[in-house]
């Protein structure tokens, strides 16, 4: 398998932020999603491992300025691609991660095909669920960022509230309630969705190269990105972005670091699925 | 807080419980002197030779009535003399008819009476205490509403060495606030009342911390904002949660704030079943009117249940919505495998 033909998928830049975003957010959901099901031993016991009070806390805020950085970097790269270099293609077409209108064909054509009536659909270079995932990442990333900050600083954040306001619209409060919930939806939709959207499918089992590495083989590149990789072949493109395969070593090593995460992963959204369960009985 | 060393060490401040307490001893040891085989006070030796052994003593255990929950609970008559000294009441110079007055000079050749009075605390020794607990709410609703409030016992359980609320014997000497363990029971003896106000806590970012195990004082537990003996309701002028000092009472830890900062809802009662119906009922009562309506609208906890309430809606719908779309996707590509194999299978045959 490994003598087919490969090709580049994401750059070092990207696999970099990917990485960057698994390192923060394992730190922030270990320790902060003890507080979240306090109730629970496990909680308990997973809070006293990073620390607990208030050690697990300053680990969270480091996690979180990653998490900051890697927003930075994110949106610096966008900045110099789109405003600099004056490249196009970022905000509509088929290399743009915002909804597009053939999304909704896609959507379509994938029901069809989960229905089985029809074939499974071809798709080009974002598949509408990652366009999902990318946006609910940015969106998430908004709203704990915001609501974070106001619960490091409640003080200085409170400052300028005015009173008639504070009385009505208890900010503290609102962030907590926001954040706590927030974090659930983002938790449990990494570690469930994201997981068996791509690293867990059938045909990946148990994890997605591609993000690692950053290539793909070439029948990999047609099952799933047909359109992309026809249009790229007809342009001409295609060759460029040809490499050489991924050593096996490199292979072990992606796996020897995913598999872990990936399993605490499953680990904590069993729990928090356990709890849910617990608390509906 | 430490009444038995003041009582017994330092003759200058003998006014107040250690002339009662002293005048006590001294009559009882009189009385002692002239009653030989009767239990004395001065000597805890006839009580723990029984109250150790468990065939010397004729009933081992006694159910209590809880006066405020109504809950009946065992105690047990043996006594852990090793845990008793450590106790509050466990020292050389202290002895148990000093609180069970009442077996003071009992004939014991047939065993005591099996019920004693209950232990009056305040009277001898400690009326200090229980003068600011009796300016509390707790007492007021006592004496106007006739009410069952927790008197001393029902909070420093633990003290009796008999039993605490955590069904553990107490390990440690005297209650003090800096104490974990002390701070973590009172949680629970609050919370054994004031259910709701437990729940509410616990949702909030202190409570949620103390309920990970993390008691130390950095962390406030009920009697942090609430008081300890004066415990007042917030509509009290005095109280310490109340408009006049609540800027006072964040700021021991919260350091400058302000005006705006002392307006946060410390007991959200965003999982509080009752609070919804409340809100529903007004909700119907005010039959559109816009003032009515905004007036409950625009109120801090119902904006805090509007946003929890909203979350849970998001939640719902995002795991329902991808929750389906995996599962779907995840059996067509099966489906598909299977089929292409089925296809492989009837060519190679």
């Known amino acids: 398998m490994k003598n087919t033909t490969n090709y580049l998928r994401f750059g070092l830049f990207h696999r970099f932020s990917h990485f960057l975003i698994i390192i923060s957010f394992f730190g922030l959901v270990l320790t902060g999603m003890p507080l979240a099901f306090r109730s629970y031993g496990w909680a308990r016991w997973l809070y006293e491992m990073f620390g607990g009070y208030p050690t697990a806390g300053y680990i969270h ?101 005015p009173v008639a306001v504070a009385s009505i619209i208890d900010v503290p409060s609102i962030a907590l309630i926001v954040h706590r919930y927030e974090a659930i939806l983002a938790a449990g939709f990494i570690f469930s969705i994201h997981f068996f959207h791509t690293h867990l499918l059938p045909e990946k089992m148990p994890v997605d190269e591609a993000i690692f590495t950053g290539k793909i083989t070439e029948a990999e590149f047609k099952h799933e990105r047909l359109i992309q990789f026809n249009r790229l072949e007809k342009q001409k493109d295609l060759e460029s972005f040809r490499v050489a395969p991924s050593s096996l070593f490199v292979s072990f090593l992606t796996r020897l670091f995913a598999v872990p995460i990936l399993i605490t992963g499953l680990i904590m959204v069993g729990l928090m699925f356990s709890a849910l369960l617990v608390w509906a009985i | 807080m430490d009444y038995k060393r003041e009582g017994s060490l330092t003759m200058g401040r003998l006014s107040g419980p250690g002339k009662y307490r002293l005048i006590a001893v001294f009559v009882s040891a009189v009385m002692a002197a002239l009653l030989p085989v009767a239990l004395f006070a001065g000597d805890n030796g006839p009580c723990i030779d029984c109250h150790t052994k468990t065939d010397k003593l004729k009933v081992q255990e006694k159910a209590k009535i809880d006066p405020v929950t109504g809950e009946i609970r065992v105690v047990s008559m043996l006594v852990d003399e090793a845990i008793f000294k450590t106790t509050a009441h466990g020292g050389s110079d202290f002895f148990c008819t000093d609180c069970h007055q009442d077996l003071d000079g009992a004939d014991l050749t047939e065993g005591h009476k099996p019920n004693l009075k209950p232990v009056d605390c305040i009277t001898f020794c400690h009326d200090d205490p229980a003068e600011e607990y009796l300016q509390s709410s707790h007492v007021k609703l006592m004496k106007e509403k006739n009410k069952d409030v927790p008197t001393c016992k029902d909070c420093h359980a633990g003290l009796t060495y008999h039993y605490t609320y955590l069904g553990e014997k107490s390990p440690m000497d005297v209650p003090r606030g800096t104490d974990p363990l002390h701070r973590k029971i009172t949680i629970d003896a609050c919370g054994s009342c004031h259910t709701d106000y437990l729940n509410s806590y616990r949702d909030n970012a202190h409570g949620q911390v103390t309920a990970l195990g993390h008691t130390t004082t950095d962390v406030p537990v009920c009697f942090d904002c609430h008081g300890k003996h004066t415990i007042l309701n917030s509509s009290e002028a005095e109280s310490k949660v109340g408009k006049e000092r609540i800027l006072e009472t964040c700021g021991k830890c919260h350091a400058n704030v302000g005006d705006s900062f002392v307006k946060h809802i410390e007991h959200p009662q965003i999982k509080n079943l009752n ?75």
């Open chain 1, 61 to 161: 805020r480091i996690c979180a300025l990653i998490t900051f950085f890697a927003a930075f970097l994110h949106f610096a790269f966008l900045f110099v691609c789109v405003s600099v270099k004056k490249q196009k293609g970022y905000f509509w077409g088929v290399d743009s991660l915002l909804i597009q209108p053939r999304d909704i064909f896609d959507i379509i054509a994938d029901i069809k095909w989960f229905m089985g009536i029809g074939k499974r659909p071809n798709f080009d270079r974002w598949i509408y669920w990652e366009k999902f995932e990318y946006l609910s990442l940015m969106w998430g990333t908004l709203v704990m960022a915001v609501t974070g900050i106001i619960l490091w600083f409640p003080a200085q954040i409170t400052k300028i509230v």
């Open chain 2, 275 to 349: 609070y919804y119906k409340t809100l529903l009922t007004a909700l119907k009562k005010s039959g559109g009117d816009p003032e009515a309506l905004k007036k409950i609208l625009l109120n801090p906890q119902t904006i805090l249940c509007i946003v929890f309430v909203m979350y849970v809606g998001i939640l719902a719908f995002t795991f329902s919505a991808f929750g389906v779309h995996s599962l779907l996707g995840w059996f067509a590509i099966v489906r598909d495998e299977r089929t292409r194999k089925g296809h492989a299978d009837e060519e190679h045959h």
